[in-house]
């Protein structure tokens, strides 16, 4: 009876020992894994590109913030016919470029909103030439006026390549912008090869950027910008 009383004893405190161990044991686990820092993922390299994309946009934005001025105009590739400026620059010019108000220019303003020319060839010469009769005032007018301007405000940049013949100037705006930058195509002028426009938000940083790109392929070209108010006429 004693033996089986004291089997019984050892056998309940064993028991009791082996929880106890257990407890510790799991404790310790769960301490092990509190302490335990993570492993931190290996984050995918950058490409040079990619920093350089995001390095222009972040100086576009400090640009446009940095710019009271913002032009607002949506980029329209198609050249204005000249011939649609006849009845309202005839109208504009019935009147004192002293008293004209913004109800007097909105008529061209809409027509030359994000036009990145004004066709004057053909028929259309008639119209071309009477806007320019009156662009001297109408820029005058365009400069008091910044949020109207703002519609309108084409940017170019002409390179002066003079007939050389440079394979990496063909080379650096052929491949322009670089693959996976956040800027737009290049919208050349009437066909050009040398001469670019650029409108609405950020065309003048668009228009540096495209300087910097080329004269880093070809050192020493000379690169001329113009921000103007209003579209450039050919004939």
């Known amino acids: 009876m004693f033996s089986r009383k004291s089997s019984l004893f050892k056998l309940k405190r064993r028991f009791k020992l082996k929880r106890r161990t257990i407890g510790k044991e799991n404790k310790i686990e769960k301490e092990t894994k509190i302490k335990k820092k993570p492993v931190k993922k290996n984050k995918k390299e950058k490409t ?9 946009q972040a100086w576009c934005i400090a640009t446009d913030k940095e710019t009271d001025f913002k032009c607002t105009a949506v980029q329209n590739d198609e050249p204005l016919q000249g011939k649609l400026l006849i009845e309202p620059v005839t109208k ?51 400069d008091k006026h910044d949020e109207i301007r703002s519609l309108i405000d084409p940017t ?42 650029f409108n609405g938000a950020g065309a003048t940083g668009r228009a540096q950027h ?26």
């Open 48 to 56: 040079i590109q990619e920093e350089v994309n995001e390095a222009y």
């Open 92 to 142: 504009l010019s019935n009147k004192p470029p002293l008293l004209w108000n913004e109800d007097d220019v909105m008529p061209i303003v809409k027509l030359l909103s994000g036009r990145t020319a004004i066709d004057g060839t053909g028929d259309n010469s008639e119209g071309a030439w009477a806007f320019a009769t009156i662009s001297h005032d109408f820029n005058l007018f365009l």
């Open 210 to 235: 495209l300087v910097g790109w080329i004269q880093a392929l070809v050192p020493g070209l000379r690169m001329f910008l113009f921000s103007t108010n209003t579209p450039a006429q050919y004939f």
């Open 156 to 197: 170019y940049v002409v390179a002066d390549v003079g007939g050389q013949n440079l394979p990496n100037f063909q080379v650096g705006a052929g491949n322009y912008p670089p693959a996976g930058s956040p800027i737009n195509q290049l919208t050349r002028f009437m066909g050009s090869n040398y001469v670019w426009v």
